[in-house]
């Protein structure tokens, strides 16, 4: 036998009975033994059946493991978020709602995280929090720079907000008016894709929450539409509306949840823009399964079109 190389052992010691293994590789426990230390007095071929042996009963163990992933999601989301996961998918979720995304990523840091589901402006301090990560991380909606993720899925906020403020100035059309934002802050990337549609002449009035519609409805005359970047709050909108005797030309909301639904159906909102959260996280799940070689294939990042919804093409349920 020639002079011997060195035996390169990937990753930890494999967490399996050197029995195992050896039957797995068709070697005897002595062998096996000597390879998983280091001791030398084997050949290569013979500790590259051991690596195949271990690296094979490492993904049989990762088929039968249910995936901890974390989701950093912002404070507005809902906290039902969670039913939007597959359950046919081997993941156990954690959400984090927060407007604190770097304090949250670095809160998951310190825990056993098999994975983390991001939705955050892509701020520096965003970016160095996930860089600390030692986890497959997937951004959501907001992406983040290349290297610092192994995927991306969701639809990009900017331009659905853009979106939003194609369809005002399309209803609107050459009539002047300005325009109502309902909880803005809660989107900003939204709203700035908005505005950056809008028409220069439209002036926007933020409101923090709809309970300050009909106040400011009161003093502003020139308000001819709504935009409602978060589905709460649009009944109440709806009905400031009516208790100071206005009317509204367009009604533009994001989000399908029963109020938007029934507004929708009535005709109280010209639109909704909605994104498939259920696909949306379906496809960040599936991508951090592959990153541990629980589901077979490539990693692919997934960006989607916002849907459009109006009275005419209103979902079953």
Request: aromatic fraction near 4%.
């Amino acid at each position: 036998m020639g002079p011997q190389k060195p035996i390169i052992l990937y990753g930890v010691k494999p967490p399996h009975r050197i029995q195992e293994i050896a039957a797995r590789a068709g070697l005897s426990p002595a062998t096996v033994d000597r390879v998983l230390h280091q001791r030398g007095g084997v050949r290569d071929s013979t500790a590259r059946r051991v690596h195949r042996a271990v690296a094979e009963l490492d993904r049989e163990s990762e088929r039968g493991r249910v995936l901890t992933v974390d989701l950093v999601l912002p404070a507005s989301f809902g906290a039902d978020v969670p039913a939007a996961l597959d359950p046919d998918l081997p993941i156990q979720a954690r959400t984090h709602l927060t407007d604190d995304p770097a304090g949250a990523l670095d809160q998951v840091a310190r825990s056993r995280s098999d994975g983390v589901i991001v939705l955050a402006p892509p701020l520096p301090e965003v970016t160095d929090a996930v860089a600390r990560l030692d986890v497959p991380v997937v951004t959501l909606n907001v992406d983040l720079p290349a290297g610092k993720r192994i995927a991306h899925v969701g639809v990009d906020d900017f331009e659905a907000g853009a979106t939003a403020a194609y369809l005002v100035e399309q209803w609107l059309h050459e009539r002047a008016g300005d325009v109502l934002v309902v909880g803005g802050r809660a989107a900003e990337r939204r709203v700035a894709g908005f505005r950056s549609v809008l028409g220069p002449a439209r002036r926007l009035h933020l409101l923090t929450g709809p309970d300050q519609a009909r106040a400011t409805l009161a003093g502003t005359p020139t308000v001819r539409a709504v935009y409602a970047p978060a589905a709460a709050g649009c009944a109440e909108v709806v009905a400031a509306f009516a208790a100071e005797q206005r009317n509204y030309d367009v009604f533009v909301a994001h989000g399908l949840d029963p109020d938007t639904l029934a507004l929708l159906r009535a005709q109280q909102i010209s639109a909704v823009l909605h994104q498939d959260l259920r696909a949306d996280l379906r496809h960040a799940c599936r991508a951090i399964l592959r990153a541990h070689g629980v589901l077979p294939g490539p990693i692919r990042s997934h960006p989607a079109a916002v849907g459009i919804f109006t009275p005419f093409n209103v979902p079953v349920s």
